[in-house]
């Protein structure tokens, strides 16, 4: 194997080392943070349809 193809297997796999190990610790993470922009985007759509009901009522 050449020098140039050695060089960029050993940085390729230290990349996925790297990578694999930041992807391990916020992966707990981002899944509280998913389920927090879950709920809070539930309570916005929400809040917004009470808005349009309140705001049809006021039209009749």
Do not use: C, E, H, P
């Not at 916005?44 to 009749?60: E, W």
């Amino acid at each position: 194997m050449n020098r140039t193809t050695s060089t960029a297997l050993t940085g390729l796999a230290v990349t996925m080392a790297v990578g694999t190990a930041a992807y391990m610790m916020s992966g707990k993470n981002m899944k509280s943070q998913r389920k927090a922009l879950k709920k809070n985007a539930g309570k916005a759509i929400r809040t917004v349809g009470n808005f349009i009901d309140n705001v049809s009522y006021m039209m009749k």
